[in-house]
């Protein structure tokens, strides 16, 4: 059962919308975010693999825990009443190679070694569980979910390499997941289970500044209906529709208006919905228009001289 579902960071969209709207976003921001969302998807990609689990092993998506003043972030943990099993989610494509101990990548640039991170995780989520009067067997896993992902020269006497698991593996491992579990003795009662379940959803907490964000301002942006298809400012008013020259889809007035609100609330959202500034952000539109549609769906609160929504 998924108790904590993948769900996008709030971040993702406010990248999506700086995308279309802000200039010269640098080449390493855009590298930075592209490598963030291909880490996302590698996880939704995860969880739709562990679907069909179980219906009494509990998935939790990206908890963020804390013991003794260390953070620490799980990608993907199932518990069950047997065992814990921790997955360090990995959506690395192309060619690697190891040498020395080290992780490579096709380019010779040298890579992080995931299974520190494993380890760490391990280590913090053990002491966690000791805290909370909790003693059950961890087993850890890095997950190489990508399939066109490859490690070259991967020797089988380094004991943590047995802990990757790669692309072809994965059907195959989900038999030894049921294995380990049929092997163990069972640990916590129903309740117990049920207790720890809600302790994690609990103690996780959402990190502060989850991903960097490019700097940006009112001023500077791009101004238009952003399409909901295909995030083109190219959009144009076609009697009651908004309908975007570049993929060609069109969407009701109303709705794309209230659409590019919410994305305005989402970039700035200390600064006031005023018809002003919405008829500015969303620039196709006359300003009548844009008070009718503030005014039917928003609070209006007038402490000024000028009026503005809630
Ligand atoms: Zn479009």
Not at 204 to 221: G, T
Not at 300 to 306: A, D, L, S, V
Request: hydrophobic share 35%; net charge positive; proline share 5%.
């Amino acid at each position: 059962m998924i108790v904590k579902p993948c769900k996008e960071p709030l971040e993702f969209s406010i990248w999506r919308s700086l995308r279309s709207r802000k200039q010269n976003i640098t080449k390493e921001d855009m590298q930075y975010y592209f490598k963030n969302l291909k880490g996302f998807h590698g996880e939704l990609e995860f969880e739709k693999w562990c679907e069909d689990l179980p219906e009494d092993w509990l998935c939790f998506h990206n908890l963020c825990l804390e013991v003794k003043n260390s953070k620490f972030q799980l990608d993907y943990i199932v518990l069950t009443n047997k065992s814990l099993f921790l997955f360090e989610i990995k959506f690395y494509s192309h060619d690697y190679y190891f040498e020395n101990d080290t992780l490579y990548t096709h380019q010779n640039k040298e890579v992080l070694n995931p299974s520190l991170q494993l380890q760490r995780n391990k280590t913090l989520l053990r002491q966690f569980l000791t805290e909370h009067d909790y003693d059950i067997p961890i087993h850890a896993y890095v997950i190489f979910i990508n399939p066109h992902f490859f490690l070259y020269y991967a020797p089988l006497d380094v004991p943590y390499l047995h802990s990757f698991v790669y692309p072809p593996q994965l059907k195959r491992f989900k038999k030894k997941l049921h294995e380990i579990y049929f092997n163990t003795q069972v640990i916590l009662s129903y309740q117990k289970l049920q207790d720890l379940s809600n302790l994690f959803l609990k103690q996780s907490f959402v990190p502060k500044n989850l991903m960097r964000i490019p700097s940006f301002n009112f001023a500077e942006l791009k101004k238009g209906i952003r399409c909901k298809n295909c995030s083109s400012l190219q959009t144009r008013i076609k009697t009651k529709l908004i309908s975007c020259e570049k993929c060609g889809i069109s969407e009701k007035k109303k709705e794309a208006v209230l659409r590019n609100i919410e994305e305005f609330i989402l970039l700035f959202p200390s600064q006031k919905l005023t018809t002003t500034k919405i008829y500015q952000w969303c620039k196709i539109l006359s300003q009548k228009t844009i008070y009718q549609i503030l005014r039917s769906n928003f609070k209006p609160t007038k402490k000024t001289r000028y009026t503005y929504y809630q």
